[in-house]
């Protein structure tokens, strides 16, 4: 299938930056418009491999601003949405949620009218196995599970997941969604658990575990998540939700003892710290689906991944140095100044 005009919002976070690198490198049929407002978590630099190629173009702006919005399905023709941009992080969702609302559902809305205005072919909703809320010890979450957000952040965007499957029951709209499980690799802003980890072990700073350490995730190499996406955006069928996870469940303790073993740290550097306010105890997913009608699954072993992620932070120390000097200076410092 042809993928000519694609939108993708948010394409200089982790995961966006992650697939336009990835897109753009595997196929040449597809103009890749990137709109991204450059918050905090946006950064071009993770995207300096394409940014001189002819069907790349870059637009600074906001996904909520719907003349701009609008221009762009006009001038570039769009046929193609996804939707990656986000306020992605749960605890800035408890320090503060109306970012989160404004940016994640009221974005999502004006992406979508726009995408109704102009017919677009179809429209991915990048969306959260955390709209599905929290697993006891057993089970799995299916495309089934009833939502159940615990945190802004999850509402946020388990509201979108609602608005866009409405546009398509109301409108046609050709919308899939996809609930992928928690995603590590190059990219990932150094807030999130893997690079933090990694990056405060690497400067002798102590590694913050909430609460008992034994909550649960389902880990997803950043690649395997964006071939799932490709595969959706492809073929996957419009009014549909699909779960994407490589069924990789670790204790969050344990991922950080591995880390500090790779790296060669003392067990010492773990503090135990105040646990985050509502925090989902595990998440776990089944993809049957996605891989039983699309054909996916998943191509990376954690153990190597993880090793190659934890390579690519070592090697790219350039990366996260001027991160945390720059735009994540005064949240990394009243975090971790104190070590
Ligand atoms: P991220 O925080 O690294 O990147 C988000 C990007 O969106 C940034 O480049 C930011 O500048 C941009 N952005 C934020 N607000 C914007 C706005 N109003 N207009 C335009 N751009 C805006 O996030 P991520 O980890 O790459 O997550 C991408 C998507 O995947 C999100 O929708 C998130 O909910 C979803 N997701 C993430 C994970 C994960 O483990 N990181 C797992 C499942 C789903
Ligand atoms: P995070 O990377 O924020 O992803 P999410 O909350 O969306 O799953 O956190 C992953 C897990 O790690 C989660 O259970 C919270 C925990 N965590 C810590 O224990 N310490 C930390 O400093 C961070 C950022 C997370």
């Not at 880390?259 to 740290?265: D, R, T």
């Amino acid at each position: 299938m042809e993928i000519k005009n694609i939108l993708i919002t948010g394409g200089a976070g982790f995961i966006g930056s992650n697939f336009i690198n990835y897109i753009l490198s595997n196929r040449n049929d597809a103009f890749v418009v990137n709109l991204d407002k450059l918050t905090y978590a946006g950064n071009l630099e993770n995207l300096k491999s394409v940014e001189q190629k002819k069907n790349y173009q870059f637009v600074k702006g906001d996904i909520t601003n719907y003349e701009l919005v609008d221009y762009l399905f006009k001038k570039y023709s769009i046929n193609y949405v996804i939707n990656f941009a986000a306020e992605s992080h749960v605890d800035r969702s408890i320090l503060g949620s109306e970012i989160f609302y404004r940016t994640n559902v009221i974005g999502t809305n004006v992406l979508l009218e726009a995408a109704k205005r102009y017919c677009v072919k179809k429209f991915v909703q990048i969306s959260t196995d955390e709209v599905y809320g929290s697993l006891g010890p057993e089970g799995l979450f299916t495309e089934h599970t009833p939502l159940s957000p615990n945190s802004p952040y999850s509402s946020s965007k388990a509201s979108a997941d609602l608005m866009a499957l409405s546009f398509h029951h109301t409108y046609g709209l050709p919308v899939v969604i996809t609930r992928c499980s928690n995603n590590y690799g190059p990219f990932q802003f150094p807030e999130k658990l893997i690079p933090l980890m990694i990056i405060n072990s690497l400067n002798n700073k102590t590694l913050p575990v909430y609460g008992d350490g034994l909550n649960v995730r389902d880990w997803i190499y950043v690649t395997d998540h964006n071939k799932a996406v490709e595969l959706v955006l492809e073929k996957g069928r419009v009014g549909e939700v699909y779960n994407i996870g490589a069924s990789r469940e670790m204790k969050n303790i344990e991922i950080v003892k591995l880390i500090l073993s790779k790296l060669n740290k003392p067990i010492e550097l773990i503090e135990y710290v105040k646990d985050r306010p509502g925090h989902d105890r595990r998440y776990a997913i089944d993809s049957t689906k996605i891989q039983n009608e699309l054909g996916w699954k998943p191509g990376f072993e954690f153990e190597e991944a993880i090793g190659k992620t934890i390579d690519w932070y070592l090697s790219n120390k350039n990366w996260w140095e001027r991160i945390i000097n720059g735009s994540y200076k005064d949240y990394y410092n009243l975090q971790y100044g104190k070590n």
